[in-house]
């Protein structure tokens, strides 16, 4: 069965600092990955997605996500948080074969706070 | 476009009791989901509808939670009858198709307490 694991319930940075939000995923197959932003009383908001194309994905507001297979790992990065990232991060991946095809399976996710 | 739209907001009912969640997918989209959130977890799916046909409810708890997308439109997730493990917050979440390349587009939930 698929999985993923966020290694951090939650992350604090200061305003204009990196941000890494770090995730551990488990497949049999070939993953399709994704990672979704969840502000308080708003739907989720996909930030990025990876199926299998580039390993670098670019995403949007900043974030980009590096897969790796080798560590089975999909970090969140951006290079410089501002105020408004805060929010809950939750890293995905799809159940991508048969017929679950296209069902989501979440992580627990990880609540971003930005200090000012 | 408008997007994924959900009612009630917040729903405080008793145990035991029945409720039921509305949700209005983005127009055009074939593929519709329902979620359940529970605090401190990530979304969990309950069942996935194609059109008007049930693809997955395998995570549905059939004895207390139904479903139905007549007409291949709105939706209906109904609870009968509530327990307090219940509480959570229900997502609504539709996709132009089912496979893993189409996003999903979420609605803002429906907050469900049961006392």
């Known amino acids: 069965a698929q999985s993923v694991t966020q290694l951090d319930s939650h992350v604090s940075v200061s305003e204009g600092t990196p941000v890494l939000l770090r995730c551990n995923y488990s497949?049999?197959?070939?993953?399709?990955l994704f990672w979704y932003v969840q502000h308080p009383n708003k739907g989720l908001q996909l930030l990025l997605k990876y199926t299998s194309a580039a390993t670098l994905v670019k995403g949007i507001n900043g974030f980009e996500a590096e897969f790796k297979k080798s560590e089975t790992s999909f970090h969140l990065t951006k290079p410089s948080a501002h105020m408004s990232d805060a929010a809950e991060y939750f890293c995905?991946?799809?159940?991508?074969?048969?017929?679950?095809?296209?069902?989501?399976?979440f992580g627990k996710g990880t609540k971003l706070s930005v200090k000012p | 476009e408008a997007g994924v739209a959900q009612s009630p907001r917040y729903k405080i009912i008793e145990k035991r009791q029945s409720v039921a969640f509305w949700c209005n997918p983005i127009s055009g989209h074939a593929t519709l989901y329902w979620y359940q959130q529970i605090l401190g977890q990530g979304p969990k799916l309950l069942i996935q509808?194609?059109?008007?046909?049930?693809?997955?409810d395998s995570q549905l708890p059939k004895d207390r939670f139904s479903a139905e997308r007549l007409k291949g439109v709105d939706s209906t997730l109904k609870i009968q009858p509530a327990k307090l493990e219940d509480s959570a917050v229900y997502l609504c979440?539709?996709?132009?198709?089912?496979?893993?390349?189409?996003?999903?587009?979420f609605g803002p939930g429906t907050r469900l307490t049961v006392t």
């Open positions: 509808f194609q059109n008007n046909g049930v693809v997955d």
């Open positions: 979440a539709s996709s132009l198709d089912w496979a893993e390349a189409y996003e999903q587009y």
């Open positions: 497949s049999s197959y070939s993953p399709s």
């Open positions: 995905v991946v799809s159940d991508n074969y048969g017929g679950s095809q296209g069902n989501l399976i």
